[in-house]
């Protein structure tokens, strides 16, 4: 179950005891069981199991109230014989080392052991409600039937392919319902298979029966939650059989947490639900289950937390337990190493309901002495101590502050979004990169894939994780990587290492999201005792691709000369070819005509006719021998006048 148990592992588990309400037993991360009575607020008792650390408690279920006795007591007067009180006592605590502990609050000790029956993590407990049989499902997809008396297993039988993720056994004893991915219901008297059901497509975390009518009236309902699933799906068994599908459904805001509903007796009677979600916030619900529903149904009244700083933050609810006044509910809210419980009156005529709180960070820890073996040290108030279960932190012993009772609503004119219009308003390309271009305020948070990359792990949806790896944005691969929990980064690598050994163009997407892996989660990974198994093909072929790799950058390198020689060549060929003719010319006049005359008859040099071009220069050269002799008598003429002249002048 390495994808089913992802969801499972991060719940801690914290449940209030059955009818009375009057203790809560929760398990924090240290490993240690903490029973709080709710009526004092203090710690009852806290117990340490032997491997807390190895193999950790994953679920809790509290047994049927019964008579106990607490040892040797005065005998009892004839008019108090009748009064007997029955008291929630066993607890039963499934750990993932595939044992069962069944620990007694009366005794302040445990009962007995159950092992041998799993060879897997538990991952749910259900008590039988009248006879002492105790049932569990394991990631070895078996369910044991335990018999409390002999502390053996009576009868263990194989339930699905998958790992039992969840069981209910129904009012009258008769029916048991399992689920992994597909929801049976088994008879347990053949242990057989009596009506199959749909179910979600990640892990059923959650089975409650809501009626407590017999299955031949059509009057038998039950609802089942799953990991990362928003919707509460209530299932009917029909006598025709014809019941493989839902029939109502709920919404919430996350994933639920914590369930505790009121069965119905009859068609009149309304069954009443709170559910506690992932995100801290607690819905109420009341519907009367007569048939089918098309449409979802929204909660009759959300119950939020917050502290009474200036900028309040949201205080987490951890359980919830509904009484029989429908407007009072028991709250648990805060922390798992010391949770708030409250008994609190909510008006559900309202909407939206938000509660402040005063809630300090110190811890002031108070313990009944009676049945507790641990002991409260004696502190002057002035002094500070270490408080366990926080390495590091000091906090003064005071007592716990009065808790006020402001309350909060929200505005009334918000209303609930539907499921298509929070799909229309997922946009990943709605905030701009240009500089100075106007932010747009995302309503739904869409920076990070971490939910849809559970989803397509857990599932092995193709088109899922095809959609979250084909992501180049290097802020969004790092936000994923980060806020993914931890026992998926396993099957991330085994996922990212199956596609590097495919296209090279998917290989290059591929190492993005192994690398930021890498950065993020080398701690967990060497904390792994199989990592060398488990990343062995990832190592061979990294190294098998080191080795192409310097023939490759050679293979480089010579492709790169050669087109750069050929990128030279092609630069010289043009420049060759570069036309030198004159597109005009300008020439002035000039008094040498005849010099050009002459410069122009002589014969070139690559003329052919040279010869021809000679003899023709030779005539014109004697014709000029020939022309001085008549150009002098002009001049000799011109000369005699001048001199006419000047004799003139002196007379």
């Given at each position: 179950m390495a994808a089913d148990g992802v969801s499972l592992s991060l719940q801690l588990p914290c449940v209030f005891s059955p009818k009375s309400r009057q203790y809560l037993a929760v398990c924090a991360q240290d490993g240690r069981l903490r029973v709080w009575n709710t009526d004092s607020k203090t710690l009852h008792q806290e117990f340490v199991p032997s491997a807390h650390l190895s193999a950790t408690c994953t679920c809790?279920?509290?047994?049927?109230?019964?008579?106990?006795?607490?040892?040797?007591?005065?005998?009892?007067?004839?008019?108090?014989?009748?009064?007997?009180?029955?008291?929630?006592?066993?607890?039963?605590?499934?750990?993932?080392?595939?044992?069962?502990?069944?620990?007694?609050?009366?005794?302040?000790?445990?009962?007995?052991?159950?092992?041998?029956?799993?060879?897997?993590?538990?991952?749910?407990v259900h008590w039988h409600p009248e006879d002492s049989l105790l049932y569990s499902g394991?990631?070895?997809?078996?369910?044991?039937?335990?018999?409390?008396?002999?502390?053996?297993?009576?009868?263990?039988?194989?339930?699905?392919?998958?790992?039992?993720?969840?069981?209910?056994v129904?009012?009258?004893?008769?029916?048991?319902?399992?689920?992994?991915?597909?929801?049976?219901?088994?008879?347990?008297?053949?242990?057989?298979?009596?009506?199959?059901?749909?179910?979600?497509?990640?892990?059923?975390?959650?089975?409650?029966?809501?009626?407590?009518?017999?299955?031949?009236?059509?009057?038998?309902?039950?609802?089942?939650?799953?990991?990362?699933d928003r919707l509460l799906s209530v299932w009917q068994v029909r006598e025709d059989g014809k019941d493989k599908n839902s029939v109502v459904s709920f919404t919430l805001t996350d994933e639920p947490q914590h369930i505790d509903l009121i069965t119905s007796g009859s068609k009149e009677e309304a069954v009443r639900l709170a559910v506690v979600c992932k995100d801290g916030q607690l819905h109420l619900f009341e519907h009367f289950l007569?048939?089918?529903?098309?449409?979802?149904?929204?909660?009759?009244?959300?119950?939020?937390?917050?502290?009474?700083?200036?900028?309040?933050?949201?205080?987490?609810?951890?359980?919830?337990?509904?009484?029989?006044?429908?407007?009072?509910?028991?709250?648990?809210?805060?922390?798992?190493?010391?949770?708030?419980?409250?008994?609190?009156?909510?008006?559900?005529?309202?909407?939206h309901v938000c509660l402040t709180r005063d809630v300090r960070t110190?811890?002031?820890?108070?313990?009944?002495?009676?049945?507790?073996?641990?002991?409260?040290?004696?502190?002057?108030?002035?002094?500070?101590?270490?408080?366990?279960?926080?390495?590091?932190?000091?906090?003064?012993?005071?007592?716990?502050?009065?808790?006020?009772?402001?309350?909060?609503?929200k505005d009334a004119d918000t209303k609930e979004m539907s499921i298509s219009e929070r799909l229309g308003e997922i946009d990943l390309e709605a905030v701009s990169d240009q500089k100075g271009a106007p932010k747009v305020a995302a309503s739904l948070q869409t920076d990070n894939f971490a939910v849809l990359l559970m989803q397509g792990l857990e599932s092995n949806d193709a088109d899922i994780l095809n959609k979250v790896f084909q992501t180049r944005k290097e802020a969004l691969i790092?936000?994923?990587?980060?806020?993914?929990?931890?026992?998926?980064?396993?099957?991330?690598?085994?996922?990212?290492?199956?596609?590097?050994?495919?296209?090279?163009?998917?290989?290059?997407?591929?190492?993005?999201?192994?690398?930021?892996?890498?950065?993020?989660?080398?701690?967990?990974?060497?904390?792994?005792?199989?990592?060398?198994?488990q990343l062995g093909v990832l190592y061979h072929m990294i190294e098998s691709r080191v080795k192409m790799f310097h023939k490759l950058t050679k293979l480089h390198?010579?492709?790169?000369?050669?087109?750069?020689?050929?990128?030279?060549?092609?630069?010289?060929?043009?420049?060759s070819e570069v036309d030198?003719?004159?597109?005009?010319?300008?020439?002035?006049?000039?008094s040498d005509e005849d010099d050009v005359s002459v410069d122009e008859a002589l014969p070139g040099e690559d003329s052919d006719h040279w010869e021809e071009e000679e003899a023709m220069q030779e005539e014109e050269d004697d014709e000029q021998d020939e022309d001085p002799d008549r150009r002098t008598e002009p001049k000799a003429n011109g000369d005699e006048d001048m001199e006419h002249e000047n004799e003139s002048e002196e007379e």
């Open positions: 809790i279920a509290w047994g049927p109230c019964r008579t106990v006795k607490e040892g040797p007591q005065r005998k009892k007067r004839k008019s108090e014989v009748g009064q007997v009180e029955e008291k929630a006592d066993l607890l039963a605590m499934g750990t993932a080392a595939g044992t069962v502990l069944i620990y007694s609050t009366a005794k302040g000790a445990l009962h007995c052991t159950l092992d041998g029956g799993h060879s897997g993590g538990v991952n749910c394991s990631d070895d997809t078996n369910i044991v039937e335990w018999d409390l008396q002999t502390g053996k297993t009576r009868s263990k039988w194989k339930a699905d392919r998958a790992a039992v993720t969840s069981l209910c129904s009012p009258d004893g008769k029916l048991l319902l399992s689920a992994g991915h597909v929801i049976k219901m088994w008879d347990l008297e053949t242990k057989e298979v009596y009506r199959r059901f749909t179910g979600h497509s990640t892990a059923v975390t959650t089975l409650r029966f809501a009626t407590t009518r017999p299955p031949d009236s059509n009057g038998l309902y039950f609802l089942s939650g799953a990991a990362h007569n048939g089918p529903c098309k449409k979802p149904l929204s909660p009759s009244c959300s119950v939020q937390m917050s502290d009474t700083k200036d900028s309040p933050m949201p205080i987490p609810l951890l359980a919830a337990a509904l009484g029989a006044d429908p407007r009072c509910v028991m709250l648990a809210y805060g922390n798992h190493l010391q949770p708030v419980m409250e008994k609190v009156e909510v008006n559900t005529a309202e909407r110190n811890l002031s820890l108070s313990m009944e002495t009676t049945v507790s073996k641990v002991k409260t040290p004696i502190v002057n108030a002035k002094s500070k101590v270490l408080v366990p279960g926080l390495p590091g932190h000091t906090a003064q012993l005071t007592a716990p502050a009065p808790q006020g009772t402001e309350k909060r609503k790092k936000k994923t990587v980060a806020r993914l929990p931890l026992p998926a980064v396993i099957p991330l690598v085994e996922e990212l290492t199956k596609r590097l050994q495919g296209h090279p163009l998917t290989a290059c997407l591929m190492v993005r999201w192994l690398k930021v892996v890498l950065m993020h989660h080398t701690s967990y990974l060497a904390s792994l005792p199989d990592l060398v198994t390198g010579k492709l790169h000369l050669l087109t750069t020689q050929v990128a030279a060549n092609d630069s010289s060929a043009l420049v030198h003719t004159a597109k005009l010319v300008y020439e002035e006049e000039s």
